[in-house]
Each structure stands twice: as C-alpha cells, then as structure tokens.
C-alpha cells in the first residue's frame, strides 16, 4: 500500500462545475496535510495546507480532513479552465522532517 | 518561487560525467530538500539538510552526493551521471519541517 494514494485522473469537469479531489494516506499518525497545484512544466504550488479534522476554506478552495478514514480532499468550486493542473497530496509526520507526496490527480476543466 | 533559485534551469550531459546542480535561497529557511521527479512516481526524496553541514539520505539517494557549506546553498551532486538519473530535479524549502516551498526545477537529461 502506499503511503499516499490519488487516483492519476485525469479528472473532467465543465467550467463552472464542483471538482472534487481526493486523497487517502496510510499513517495514522500524519499530522500535516497539503495540496499542491503544478501546470505542465512547471513547479509545485502550495495552495492549502490543513491540520486539523474539517473544513478549511480560502476562496474557491475548501480542504476536507477526516483523520478518522485517513482521508483528505480538495474541492474547487466554480472550475475555471486556468484550474487545469495535476494536483498533488502531501502528507506530513511532525518530527520526521519530510513529506511524503501523491503521484497526483490531472484535473481537466472544459470550457 | 519563494526566494529559491536552481541552477542550471536544464542541462544535458553524457553518461559517466559529474553533474551538479545548485539550490540558492534567500528565505533563511533552515530546511532543504531536492527531490527528483519522474512520470508514474511522483516527487521522490533524494537528500534533505536540516541545517548547515547537517543532511540526510532521503529514499532515492543511491547515486547522489549532497553538501550544504551555507544556510543559502544545497548542492546536489551525480557522481557519474546515469540514463535513469535523467529526470526533472525540484530543490525545496521549508522554515520548520513542514510547509514545503519549491524551487523553478532543473531539467537534466543523460545520454
């Protein structure tokens, strides 16, 4: 099992929809939880970080944590084609100083 | 990109011959880390710093070689280039073990 497991997508969603994107992580004592956005040759993008169980919202984004189910999401609501990227989950053990990265899920928005 | 540079921005070079690839900062983060990152595989731990002249195999580090002299500069060294060291390498940063911030990335391919 790996540690951190997205579904590769790609991801199709009409602009102006809600995309959901989900991520599922393997140890139980993660405590740190992050999404990455990264365009086509280009790098990773910090967009939400979350910590704690819930929602967490910043704009068009809102992060989802359950350390129960050992899951986390990203919604983004209003899809805009400039949304188009590969999303990466992270996940991080305090005091172990390293994250630990999804593959990535590519989200297509159409126009 | 946060006050991080990475030189070279891409480079190609012969199997057998020594690579090195520079991280510069200008954030005074404490952490460094350089990952590679290849299709079906994600971001991959190579080495990481945790201060000066303190570093730590990450867990793709067969090959590589890495020496931090100054809180500004990780150096990232391929002893003798191999095919499979061709990949994108992403340099990053972090003020405690936590939020990660990247690096522009260096494309190196070995022929």
Known sequence: QKEVEQNSGPLSVPEGAIASLNCTYSDRGSQSFFWYRQYSGKSPELIMSIYSNGDKEDGRFTAQLNKASQYVSLLIRDSQPSDSATYLCAVNKKGYQKVTFGTGTKLQVIP | ?111
């Open chain 2, 1 to 111: 990109d946060a006050g991080i540079t990475q030189s070279p921005r891409h480079k190609v070079t012969e199997t057998g011959t020594p690579v090195t690839l520079r991280c510069h900062q200008t954030e005074n983060h404490r952490y460094m880390y350089w990952y590679r990152q290849d299709p079906g595989h994600g971001l991959r731990l190579i080495h990481y710093s945790y201060g000066v002249k303190d570093t730590d195999k990450g867990e793709v580090s067969d090959g590589y070689s890495v020496s931090r002299s100054k809180t500004e500069d990780f150096l990232l060294t391929l002893e003798s280039a191999t095919s499979s060291q061709t990949s994108v390498y992403f340099c990053a940063i972090s003020e405690t073990d936590d939020t990660q911030y990247f690096g522009p990335g260096t494309r190196l391919t070995v022929l």
